[in-house]
Nanobody, 125 residues
C-alpha cells in the first residue's frame, strides 16, 4: 500500500515562508516522479512543482517560479516544497503526488496515481 503523507501546512502572513514535507512509504522512491499540487475552493487542482527522483530534474508553475523550491532527500524518501514570499493567492490545499517513472507533462494531475491527504496552506494579507 503506497502512502504519501504531507506535513508543514499552516497559516502565514503574506511575504512569509513555509516548508511542506511529503514522505513516501510502501513505494520505491527512486526512479519515480513526485510533485506538489494545490487546489483552492472552486478551482481545478493545479500542478505547482515536480521532481524526478532519479536525477533531480525539476519543473515549476510560472506562478511560483523564483518563490518556491522543490527538493528531495532520497535517504528519507521525502520531498520538500520550500515556499517563500507567500501571497494570498497561494492559499490552497496542497497535495503530494507520485507516479512511477517520468512524465509527459510534469504538472498535469492526470500524470499521477498516488496522492496524499493534503495539507492546508493559508496566506493572509
Amino acid at each position: 500500500q503506497v502512502q504519501l503523507v504531507e506535513s508543514g501546512g499552516g497559516s502565514v502572513q503574506a511575504g512569509g515562508s513555509l516548508r511542506l514535507s511529503c514522505t513516501a512509504s510502501g513505494y520505491t522512491y527512486s526512479s519515480n516522479s513526485m510533485a506538489w499540487f494545490r487546489q483552492a475552493p472552486g478551482k481545478e487542482r493545479e500542478g505547482v512543482a515536480a521532481i524526478y527522483t532519479d536525477g533531480g530534474s525539476t519543473h515549476y508553475a510560472d506562478s511560483v517560479k523564483g518563490r518556491f523550491t522543490i527538493s528531495q532527500d532520497n535517504a528519507k524518501n521525502t520531498v520538500y516544497l520550500q515556499m517563500n514570499s507567500l501571497k494570498p493567492e497561494d492559499t490552497a490545499m496542497y497535495y503530494c503526488a507520485a507516479r512511477r517513472g517520468s512524465w509527459f507533462s510534469p504538472l498535469s494531475k492526470y500524470e499521477y496515481n498516488y496522492w496524499g491527504q493534503g495539507t492546508q496552506v493559508t496566506v493572509s494579507s
